[in-house]
């Protein structure tokens, strides 16, 4: 596995939309082990392909209760409503205030092209579609509400 260069917002592969996963190959399991990789580098929760530059259909998850691998995922089924602070591996060191559903359903195919439905609230719900986002060419900032801030992290925290 191998770490690879997160785009940063203004990189035009940020704002396609990616293609759906055939098939799994070599090249697509290496990917989705490069990106976890990439994601637990760089202290992200999400991750999606084209952040990484490929257009593909993959998101990669752990809000700290183990990775999940999403390949070709939809949202089934969303509902209330969260606002809080928002951030993306994308826009370093900035955040913003974001309204996303607080409940998501999603299905997806797993590493094995098997189908799986997840659910999830709060965090979870939020990177769901936060990711999903990137697999349309959105990016969280065009939903913040106000303006961008400076986020910073201390480094006690490891």
Known sequence: MALRKIRLQGDEVLAKVSRPVEKMTPRI????GDMLETMYDAMGVGLAAPQVGMLK????????EG?????????LET???????EG???VPGMAGQVTRPNYVKVKAL???MNEVEYEGEGLLARAFCHEI??????MYTELVEGELHQVSYDEDEE
């Open 79 to 85: 509902s209330g409503e969260q606002t809080g602070d």
């Open 110 to 112: 797993d590493e094995d």
């Open 67 to 75: 990775p999940i691998v999403l390949i070709n995922p939809e949202i």
């Open 29 to 32: 399991h290496d990917l989705i």
């Open 133 to 138: 986002d990137h697999l349309d060419g959105h």
């Open 57 to 64: 259909r993959i998101v990669v998850i752990d809000i700290g």
């Open 88 to 90: 993306c591996l994308s």
